[in-house]
């Protein structure tokens, strides 16, 4: 277990490496979201949406560009060895579930880097007030979490087929569209202070996010060997 | 063979009189405007079969990735075509329906954003396999996401609908009953399941028959 | 499963009736053949004959559309966990990390082998390959000669019982080829086991056994 864990530190530490020298998913998911915050926020800006439709519609736009700056960059990490040729020597050399615990722990990094910067500009440039800041952290956490997940089982799938780039978005979306309307639910409830939504956003979330981790974890052997 | 010829003609007489009863047997139902209530013989089973499909594919991709056998691959990609097809005669169905009843064709109610999510699903499906020139990659590649969808799925048909009734409230239109509905009606929607389900399983063996063809005379050339 | 039989110490790997198809592309029909311990498997054929695909099946990198590949450890057969601990592979379609330099790319391959003391075995196979001295250039920014050696060092880095070499000796100048035959030589010699796909014919000369591929 320990050396399972060491490998797929090993893996997670070799991919930063690279993205640090490199910053191509940096760049495709902080810039994507940078530039659809500063549109967001110049067209819808803070005062357009009236108050009471405020804690719904801008957690819909916040899950919104969260999740596509998600699609935008976090297939790179598998991605690239396949479009470097790195994927026969790693796939050779280490076992798969440290390749996948190692991969998802990259794309959280990538994702919590993200929502670290993207969240707090987001609520001051909109005017995003929540109540429950206690309860959005968790909710972010844990959407984070599940969006990492399933983006990292579906980015192993797609790095092995011919066309990479439109196939992501397609094959993501009907996996993550339950997960956008729970986050969105639970943001909302979040912002205008119902900890009821919240705590049952959290159960929703933590429980597909556990089930998809289960499922990536036996299947991602059979997505990485074949 | 004999067999399958007889259940054929079973299956066209039976589909036969579910139609003419459809229109001729039910009167009717109250609360629906005009004829409309007519679609949901049809409508239904098409729904039906979409969900049978999608639940044929997930099996037999569990199958494949089990066993590692081409026929498998071969059931899962042809019930996920027909799950697709019988998926849009659904939707179209249905916002016809709407169209009548509500007055758009299309207003997001929970049953239409799970058929939208089937459909997407059944095209990601279709696209990943489009995508992979590898017979052996591409069976065992789709076979996960058929899988991935199916575990997605339980949160949709349950939790999506329930979370987006108690937000919009007033979009709950979907007021009928079985009080408001004869017996008449109970046996034809019955019959109709039945004669769409085995609609489904001929042209799925016909399906798995001609792509059993297509690769066998793949392997000639090998 | 079907057993290859058992055989003595070293690893034995049988293929019979192997076929390999695409979509719109038929590989090779029936490919059979045995790589044994202490000698040398030629693998030939021109161009588009398959021999870098039948080299990924072999190693296990791709799945055949027909036949059957059995890898024999010391008389057992290997489950597909266990065999990537055994095998070493170089080949043109297999690269190593651009982006970082060789020792943090040999560091990389034996930590997620799970190897102890690597940093020594790292060292060691960079002065085999005579890229001590380069240890810290980017990839990047290697010629392909240099490149190619640092793959062949990563292949040797776990001392593994099998070799898979496809067109090793490209890129590499005439020392480096010399060395790579004497090298491979002496590994057969001590009972490893070498699979090489090449059309060279110098390469071909090291092995004693071939295999044809028909264009």
Not at chain 1, 195 to 221: D, K
Not at chain 2, 1 to 19: G, Q, S
Not at chain 2, 27 to 49: C, D, N, Q, Y
Not at chain 3, 180 to 203: C, M, P, S
Request: aromatic content about 10%.
């Amino acid at each position: 277990m320990s050396r399972l864990l060491v490998e797929a530190l090993a893996v997670a530490a070799k991919d930063l490496r690279t993205e640090f020298r490199t910053r191509v998913a940096l760049n495709a998911l902080g810039l994507f979201a940078l530039t659809v915050l500063a549109a967001v926020s110049y067209t819808v800006g803070p005062y357009r949406i009236t108050a009471e439709d405020r804690p719904f519609l801008l957690a819909v736009l916040l899950w919104i560009v969260i999740f596509f700056a998600a699609l935008a960059g976090l297939d790179r990490s598998f991605v690239k060895e396949e479009e470097s040729h790195t994927a026969p020597l790693l796939r050779l050399a280490a076992s798969p579930t440290a390749v996948w615990l190692g991969k998802l722990g990259f794309n959280l990094v990538l994702i919590y880097f993200l929502m670290a910067i993207l969240v707090p500009l987001y609520c001051i440039l909109m005017g995003y007030k929540i109540q429950l800041v206690g309860g959005f952290a968790l909710i972010l956490v844990s959407g984070g979490y599940a969006l990492a997940v399933i983006t990292t089982i579906v980015a192993a799938i797609i790095a092995r087929a011919l066309t990479r780039g439109a196939l992501f978005s397609v094959l993501s979306l009907p996996l993550l569209l339950p997960l956008l309307i729970f986050l969105i639910q639970g943001t909302a409830g979040a912002a205008d202070g119902t900890a009821e939504t919240v705590t049952s956003t959290l159960r929703a979330v933590l429980s597909m996010g556990g089930i998809m981790t289960i499922v990536s974890a036996m299947l991602f052997p059979v997505v990485w060997a074949d | 063979m004999r067999v399958a010829d007889i259940l054929k003609w079973l299956l066209f007489a039976w589909t036969a009189v579910v139609i003419v009863s459809a229109f001729f047997y039910v009167r009717p139902a109250e609360g629906f405007i005009g004829e409309s209530s007519r679609i949901v013989f049809f409508h239904v089973p098409m729904a039906w079969i979409a969900v049978l499909a999608f639940l044929v594919s997930c099996i037999t991709s569990v199958m494949y990735l089990k066993r590692r056998d081409p026929k498998d691959d071969i059931r899962a990609s042809v019930s996920a075509g027909l799950g697709l097809l019988f998926a849009v005669l659904a939707t179209t169905t249905g916002a016809v329906f709407a169209r009548i009843m509500w007055n758009s064709y299309w207003n997001w109610d929970p049953r239409q954003t799970s058929i939208t999510i089937l459909l997407l699903i059944y095209a990601a499906y279709l696209a990943l396999r489009g995508a992979i020139d590898d017979p052996e990659r591409r069976a065992s590649l789709s076979a996960v996401y058929a899988i991935l969808a199916f575990v997605t799925v339980p949160f949709l048909v349950f939790v999506v609908p329930r979370i987006y009734w108690s937000l919009h409230p007033d979009t709950i239109i979907n007021t009928r009953g079985s009080n408001e509905f004869d017996s008449r009606y109970t046996q034809v929607l019955m019959a109709s399941l039945v004669g769409f389900t085995g609609l489904y399983i001929w042209l799925y063996t016909i399906g798995c028959r001609i792509e059993a063809i297509r690769q066998r005379r793949r392997q000639e050339v090998l | 499963m079907v057993s290859c039989g058992a055989m003595a110490d070293g690893v034995r790997i049988s293929f019979t009736d192997v076929a390999k198809r695409y979509d719109l592309r038929v590989v090779f029909r029936s490919v059979s053949g045995e790589a044994v311990p202490g000698e040398v498997l030629v693998i030939t054929g021109p161009n588009g004959s398959g021999k870098s695909t039948l080299l990924a099946i072999l190693c296990g990198l791709l799945r055949p559309t027909r036949g059957m590949v059995c890898h024999v450890l010391n008389g057992d057969e290997t489950a597909r966990e266990e065999w990537r601990n055994h095998l070493g592979v170089v080949a043109p379609a297999m690269s190593v990390y651009e982006e970082l330099d060789a020792m943090e790319n040999l560091r990389f391959f034996a930590r997620v082998r799970g190897m102890n003391d690597a940093d020594q075995r790292c060292h060691e196979c960079l002065e085999l390959v005579g890229l001590e001295t380069d240890r810290r250039t980017p990839v990047r920014g290697y010629s392909t000669g240099m490149a190619q050696r640092l793959k062949i060092a990563q292949a040797l880095l776990h001392d593994p019982e099998v070799l898979f070499l496809d067109e090793p000796g490209s890129n590499l100048d005439p020392a480096g080829k010399g060395w790579l035959g004497e090298y491979v030589h002496g590994l057969a010699a001590v009972g490893k086991t070498v699979v090489l796909a090449t059309n060279d014919r110098d390469e071909m000369k090291w092995g004693q056994n071939h295999v044809t591929l028909a264009g």
